[in-house]
């Protein structure tokens, strides 16, 4: 019997402050990617928005990569990414995108 996939697996040693940072990251993206699925939700109801709805995938998608492309050690691009998203949720909210 072979051992178990985790076994193999290298831990990870980060502070509590990076793991909240992490997740804070974590959940601005998700705020925009909602965001960005309203606004394409939105977008594919109206006739001729075809090209506003496929900037909205784009966009969407480009979030996505991000999220999956984020590193809780990189202290500094968590930091880059929390402010970031941040300011983009509160544009896209408070303007309707």
Known sequence: MS???ISNLRPHVWSSEQSVAYE???EAI???VGAYSGLLSEAE???GADAEAAE???LRAAC???RRSLKAEDTENIARV???YAARLRE???TGA
């Open 82 to 84: 929390r402010a970031a």
């Open 56 to 58: 909205y995938r784009r």
């Open 30 to 32: 998700n705020g925009v």
């Open 92 to 94: 896209l909210t408070e």
């Open 3 to 5: 051992e178990p996939v």
């Open 24 to 26: 804070a990251a974590i």
């Open 45 to 47: 109801g109206r006739p």
């Open 64 to 66: 996505q990569q991000e």
